[in-house]
T-cell receptor, first 112, second 114 residues
Framework: NAGVTQTPKFRILKIGQSMTLQCTQDMNHNYMYWYRQDPGMGLKLIYYSVGAGITDKGEVPNGYNVSRSTTEDFPLRLELAAPSQTSVYFC???????????FGSGTRLTVV | TQLLEQSPQFLSIQEGENLTVYCNSSSVFSSLQWYRQEPGEGPVLLVTVVTGGEVKKLKRLTFQFGDARKDSSLHITAAQPGDTGLYLCAGDRGLLDSWGKLQFGAGTQVVVTP
């Protein structure tokens, strides 16, 4: 059981560069989420999706974009990277019925 | 500001001691979840509590949901080094915050030394 798979594990970007964080799940979950985690700040929701073709903004969406063309994949796009986007990014999925989230192992991103 | 406030932020204890972590809010939650996160990994679900006053046990871990469904606690008996990690509480506000979104606390870092 792979669960939720995120790639890459680590990445260093220069200011102004762009990149896509990949996330895929094999549990047939309809709900998927992107969070960022900063020290002492907990997890902040960036974007979420309740099914293929449906996405919506979370608490901190500025500077990010998402798409959900399939149930399995939920990539997060960073355009024009800024130092404020240095963080650890987690993708998660759930069945949306209170069963809890399954998280990926995270992507540590540094913008210099 | 965090919707869910966790205390303490950091806890360091010796193996064999007991500890309690608190998760408090002014909001009512339809359910509350506890996760443990280890360095370099994503959070892993420990338990979900849904009924006010509910108590769940997972080996040496006891979870309680407040009667008013606004707060929760995690108690660890006879802590072991393997209990070391960041403990996160997360609440589901149901219809107030649709689409199964969870609100996370900032976490409590627990360190258990041998």
């Amino acid at each position: 059981n792979a669960g939720v798979t995120q790639t890459p594990k680590f990445r260093i970007l220069k200011i102004g560069q762009s990149m896509t964080l990949q996330c895929t799940q094999d549990m047939n979950h309809n709900y998927m989420y992107w969070y960022r985690q900063d020290p002492g700040m907990g997890l902040k929701l960036i974007y979420y999706s309740v099914g293929a073709g449906i996405t919506d903004k979370g608490e901190v969406p500025n500077g990010y974009n998402v798409s959900r063309s399939t149930t399995e994949d939920f990539p997060l796009r960073l355009e024009l990277a800024a130092p404020s986007q240095t963080s650890v990014y987690f993708c998660a999925s759930s069945n949306g019925q209170g069963g809890g989230y399954t998280f990926g192992s995270g992507t540590r991103l540094t913008v210099v | 500001t965090q919707l869910l406030e966790q205390s303490p932020q950091f806890l360091s204890i010796q193996e064999g001691e007991n500890l309690t972590v608190y998760c408090n809010s002014s909001s009512v939650f339809s359910s509350l979840q506890w996760y443990r996160q280890e360095p370099g990994e994503g959070p892993v679900l420990l338990v979900t509590v849904v009924t006010g006053g509910e108590v769940k046990k997972l080996k040496r871990l006891t979870f309680q949901f407040g009667d008013a469904r606004k707060d929760s606690s995690l108690h660890i008996t006879a802590a072991q080094p393997g209990d070391t990690g960041l403990y996160l509480c997360a609440g589901d506000r149901g219809l107030l915050d649709s689409w199964g979104k969870l609100q996370f606390g900032a976490g409590t870092q627990v360190v258990v030394t041998p």
